[in-house]
């Protein structure tokens, strides 16, 4: 390639990412055509004038994926706050350092080893499972104790190349599903903590009314749920505006007409359900508390029978890896690092700092870390390097000190945030088949009984047997392989584990 092709090539390339041409060096050599040895550590460290980019806009984009993230500080602490099987609860302040501690880290080291524009934070999937699947069964100790199990499974996968055989066989239309599945599920508990969702206890069941309804007595009542109701459709309507970091400027905005409401109609803690308050008690600035950290314990998990920690480690690999596969190969692609055949050079890598991301995230009490899909904004800005993801981690580093502040988010208005993701996940479905039945049964099973059962591990199951069975039917066995065999196995084993325990006389 000539120096004036090349040269134009890199022009094409900044205003294709709204920024102006690279600048040149007095002497007129355009900035790209550098020698290596004129160029600054942190540009032959990174390759930045390699892959077409600027320093400038690793920095700006770096920032853009933190603004478009940061609605997880605030979010991943309301989805832990539930109590364990021993009705302990986490410490706010505690998880909120954990969050962003976990969050920061884990980017910096995306950056610096994996070198690809990838940010990573505590999954809304995989703090779902751990908030309503598996602390339920046993204590927070013990379930970030899972969590690091199922980080080092990862690592493990990806080390062994035990991964292509997992991707190769879950079908794709059950990986959709999952993500679709874990969306409504989200959405679900999002309504029921905004209290646009109650519960009708005593009138359920079969002979019951209705398991669920509509606010109270099937009316909407309160502040509270208006600051909700307020805040979805404020982050609605950013995001058809296309306004960057959408979702955190709605919870800011959100919170601002809550703390409004809480002045003027003179409110206090309960009218919150005595959760958040929309108030500033005390100083915006402290020191960070990790007294989280550490917190995980291995000597309780056998406690809830081999089985179902089988079947838990397994619903973590499912919520964080495939979602991370995806995520990295797509943010890849849309970054130019991936090849025609989109497979792109350090996946091994980047995948196997994720699956660390989930051990660090247990051991730091923040659930898994995973990568996060909102990366593509910084990517969209510009960004191609690992020097975004490291200036990403340094904003989630000194948002440390300022861990107060997210305790002035009231809970429903952070709740509004699990609504709008799930609709986001919910897009997958435009990838289902839905003209055949093979494929849409499965998924369908997969995404609904979720939500409706209140267990991601429910959905899964029903999907891996449903899709075994029917194509055992359609006489296609030798398109189900042993590993779908397998897993089909398992699930029945755990749908049957109550007569199983009964069988094998154990209390």
């Not at 390339?13 to 160029?39: C, H, I, K, M, V």
């Amino acid at each position: 390639m000539t120096q004036q092709s090349l040269e134009t090539k890199t022009t094409a390339e900044d205003a294709g990412a709204g920024t102006l041409p690279q600048s040149r060096r007095p002497g007129g050599t355009p900035t790209s055509l550098r020698p290596p040895a004129e160029r600054s550590w942190l540009d032959r460290y990174f390759h930045i004038t390699q892959r077409g980019s600027t320093i400038g806009r690793e920095v700006r984009g770096g920032i853009t994926t933190f603004m478009a993230m940061a609605y997880i500080i605030l979010l991943n602490p309301v989805i832990l706050s539930v109590p364990d099987a021993a009705g302990h609860k986490l410490d706010g302040d505690q998880l909120t350092t954990a969050t962003v501690f976990a969050a920061a880290a884990t980017t910096i080291v995306m950056g610096f080893i994996g070198n690809v524009p990838l940010a990573l934070a505590a999954g809304l999937s995989v703090s779902a499972v751990m908030a309503f699947q598996v602390a339920p069964e046993m204590t927070w100790e013990n379930a970030m104790g899972m969590c690091v199990i199922y980080g080092l499974v990862i690592v493990l996968l990806v080390v062994t190349g035990l991964r292509e055989l997992i991707m190769n066989a879950i079908p794709l239309a059950l990986k959709h599903a999952i993500t679709m599945g874990i969306g409504l599920f989200v959405c679900l508990i999002g309504l029921v903590q905004a209290g646009f969702v109650t519960s009708m206890p005593g009138e359920g069941g079969i002979a019951g009314a209705k398991p669920i309804q509509l606010g109270t007595s099937d009316m909407l009542t309160g502040w509270p749920v208006l600051c909700f109701a307020v805040t979805v459709l404020l982050i609605f309507l950013l995001q058809v505006r296309k306004v960057p970091g959408a979702i955190l400027i709605g919870i800011v905005g959100g919170t601002v007409f809550a703390a409004l409401v809480h002045q003027f109609a003179g409110l206090d803690k309960k009218a919150w359900g005595g959760l958040n308050a929309p108030e500033i008690t005390g100083s915006i600035v402290s020191t960070p508390d990790f007294g989280l950290f550490g917190s995980v314990s291995f000597s309780g998990i056998g406690n809830v029978g081999g089985i179902t920690v089988g079947v838990i480690v397994f619903t973590l690999v499912l919520a964080g890896f495939f979602d991370a596969m995806g995520t990295i190969i797509g943010i890849g692609q849309q970054a130019n690092l991936a090849d025609d055949s989109g497979k792109m050079p350090g996946l091994n890598k980047a995948l196997a700092i994720d699956g660390a991301g989930g051990a660090l995230g247990g051991l730091a009490g923040a659930s898994g870390q995973t990568v996060f899909v909102e990366s593509t904004a910084g990517v969209g800005d510009g960004a191609r390097t690992g020097f975004a993801s490291v200036i990403t981690g340094l904003a989630f580093t000194l948002c440390l000190f300022f861990t107060p502040l997210a305790q002035v988010i009231p809970t429903q208005v952070a709740a509004a945030a699990l609504v709008v993701i799930g609709s986001m996940m919910l897009t997958n479905a435009k990838h289902i088949d839905w003209n055949d039945q093979a494929t849409s049964i499965p998924v369908f099973l997969t995404t609904v009984l979720m939500p409706f059962t209140y267990s991601i591990t429910a959905g899964i199951a029903a999907g891996v047997i449903a899709h075994v069975l029917i194509k055992t039917v359609q006489g296609k066995v030798r398109d189900i392989g042993w590993l779908m065999w397998v897993l089909s196995a398992v699930f029945l084993a755990y749908f049957a584990l109550h007569p199983i325990e009964g069988w094998l006389g154990v209390n």
